[in-house]
């Protein structure tokens, strides 16, 4: 009866965690000093590589190529890009090589990874950070690409950026952010969900919805969520503390969604964190079973116990037109406008 009892209480405890907010510390690892790049400019030589999962399908390297050539830039392609080793696009050694060869590369401008998919975490070890820190430049690709996003920031301080790969949707409000970004460079940037007309008479189409107002300012820093959390009690997260977490995910169902919160919650993530936006979870739907938990609920539980100010519902995430946002920098986050608008320089002074 006493175990019975004493099983009870702890089961108790546990489940007004996330109410409370009675968490330890997040991550040990202090941020370094931002490491800024430079900013690309048209005919520019790029670097193409496959850090992550292998592409079955040829034309997506001739669309990619094709992509960063539309934009004005010229492309050299990873020695490894179209290798694979069961589902990854090569071993881990030849990947890290190719990562670590165009940072090397004065020649090379910027680094673009072609997918993402599974497996860049594996190579965290295998990056010359040194080589990174005297050779800075932008890097591009999200989803799986978080775990270098968070590497490369958590060891070097490097701004990277957070949007679309290679391969990805190149239509027009892409193009346009990546030629404001990298290529204008004039001043602060805001990022702002696209409004589209329609005959309804409510716009519903790229909404916000504030879990809690207010603004904040902080180094902007996430990615995937399901990248991330695995990431956790790893040297490749950075620091949380004073920093504004930005998430998305695809194909996870809101249990998921919850049980990676918690994970985040039982770092300490939240205790340390000035705002919090999350973009979309294509494809969250619940499954069935017993009943589900929104995913309203999974953020309100875990958020506003800390009073944070906090949006969900940003262009961010698996989906054709999406932020291409700067790792790393400087933002302030406005909660009930759903806006992140920078708040330092980006890019190096040549």
């Given at each position: 009866m006493k175990k019975r009892h004493?099983?009870?209480?702890?089961?108790?405890?546990?489940g007004v965690l996330p109410v409370l907010g009675f968490t330890p510390s997040a991550g040990k690892t202090s941020s370094p000093k931002n490491l800024l790049p430079a900013a690309l400019k048209k005919g520019d030589l790029v670097g193409l590589i496959s850090p992550s999962a292998a592409t079955a399908d040829l034309m997506q390297f001739t669309f990619a190529k094709e992509a960063m050539e539309g934009l004005g830039l010229k492309v050299i392609e990873?020695?490894?890009?179209?290798?694979?080793?069961?589902?990854?696009?090569?071993?881990?050694?030849?990947?890290?090589?190719?990562?670590n060869e165009m940072f090397a590369n004065k020649a090379v401008k910027a680094i673009i990874c072609i997918r993402g998919g599974s497996g860049a975490a594996r190579i965290l070890p295998l990056i010359d950070y040194k080589t990174v820190k005297n050779n800075p430049k932008p890097l591009l690709g999200y989803s799986d690409i978080t775990a270098l996003h968070n590497a490369l920031f958590a060891q070097t301080g490097l701004i990277t950026f957070h949007g679309p790969n290679g391969s990805g949707t190149w239509g027009k409000f892409n193009v346009n952010q990546f030629k404001r970004l990298f290529f204008e460079n004039n001043g602060k940037l805001v990022y702002e969900n696209e409004v589209e007309e329609t005959e309804d008479?409510?716009?519903k189409k790229n909404r916000i919805r504030t879990i809690f107002s207010g603004k904040a300012t902080g180094e902007l820093v996430g990615g995937n969520l399901t990248v991330l959390t695995s990431l956790a009690g790893s040297p490749y997260l950075p620091s949380f503390k004073g920093k504004i977490l930005f998430l998305e995910d695809i194909?996870?169902?809101?249990?998921?969604?919850?049980r990676m919160m918690s994970t985040l919650m039982l770092m300490g993530v939240f205790q340390e964190i000035k705002g919090f936006v999350f973009g979309q979870c294509t494809d969250c739907d619940p499954s069935g079973g017993y009943g589900n938990l929104t995913l309203d609920q999974i953020f309100d539980d875990y958020l506003l116990p800390h009073k944070i100010p906090a949006f969900?519902?940003?262009?961010?995430?698996?989906v054709p037109k999406q932020f291409l946002l700067p790792h790393g920098a400087k933002v302030i986050l406005d909660a009930d406008q759903g806006t992140l608008t920078t708040d330092q320089s980006i890019f190096k002074t040549v």
């Open positions: 004493f099983l009870q209480k702890i089961s108790l405890g546990l990873g020695k490894h890009l179209k290798n694979r080793r069961g589902h990854l696009a090569g071993t881990d050694e030849e990947r890290a090589a190719d990562l008479l409510v716009v194909g996870e169902e809101p249990y998921r969604i919850d969900r519902g940003a262009m961010i995430g698996h």
